[in-house]
């Protein structure tokens, strides 16, 4: 069983920055591929960036490409995601997930990933 556990999050101003970690319980999280999704309240889950198993390939959804930056260490077994320039509609509770497919264009679909963390909550305000 893989267990993730995201830190990071908090009250942040317009424009601010963020760095949220997520942490993989596994000896080495080059097993997965590795997503972030964020959800408001009575919204669906959305997708916001994925990173593969090396690193190499990196994935992100319209809304924040060019703002966020997905990482990661797997000698440290943790997953970044770098915020910048953030904006209201940021806001929401963000999640990490690990995915042993990652197929195609199933990639950026929160039913690709098997394993979750709890969320850790951003807040931006204006």
């Known amino acids: 069983q893989v267990q993730l556990e995201e830190s990071g999050g908090g009250l942040v101003q317009v424009g601010g920055s963020l760095r949220l970690s997520c942490a993989v319980s596994k000896q080495t999280a080059s097993p997965y591929a590795m997503g972030w999704f964020r959800q408001v309240p009575g919204k669906e889950r959305e997708f916001v960036a994925a990173?593969?198993?090396?690193?190499?390939?990196?994935l992100y959804s319209d809304s924040v490409k060019g703002r966020f930056t997905c990482s990661r260490d797997n000698a440290k077994s943790t997953v970044y995601l770098q915020m910048s320039s953030l904006k209201p509609e940021d806001t929401a509770a963000y999640y990490c997930?690990?995915?042993?497919?990652?197929?195609?264009?199933?990639?950026?679909?929160?039913?690709?990933?098997?394993?979750w963390g709890q969320g850790t909550q951003v807040t931006v305000s204006s």
């Open positions: 997930a690990a995915s042993t497919q990652w197929r195609g264009d199933k990639r950026t679909s929160w039913l690709e990933y098997e394993y």
């Open positions: 990173i593969s198993r090396n690193g190499v390939i990196t």
